[in-house]
């Protein structure tokens, strides 16, 4: 009996920290949806002023938006890893609708504001986030 609790007392600090990383990646899976969700918005913006006015600097930053939409999907295919596709489907759906919504309610300001700087920083270095949730 007593090597039974030594052993699960030995493992708790393990369980304890696999739990921390599942929940930091869950985390990260959420915060990344959210950068899908604010691109793909403002890629749509774009993609209507390019309709309207075509030109080059127009072009490059749709195509950037697009790349960010890309690469938040790609990130959380890597932190959804163990999940079925259709939970990221999911996950991607109810963040486009919750900013959509805020969108209606606080405009397009109000989502750069919230995600400009945030989801590049993510997207271009995605370790310091999971850190961020791992120190939570």
Known sequence: ?????????MAAPLISHAYELERAMVNMADDLADCVAYYTIVSAD?????????????EKLFNDYQQGVNTAVSLMQIYMVSQPEKHLQSKI?????????????EGMDRLIFLYSDSCKAMVQSPNDRLDYWLKK
Do not use: F, W, Y
Request: net charge positive; hydrophobic share 35%; no cysteine.
């Open 1 to 9: 009996m007593r090597r039974v609790i030594a052993t699960a007392l």
């Open 46 to 58: 774009i993609s209507q002023r390019l309709k309207e006015n075509p030109n080059d600097k127009t």
């Open 93 to 105: 759906d109810l963040h486009m609708q919750t900013n959509i919504r805020r969108l209606g309610e």
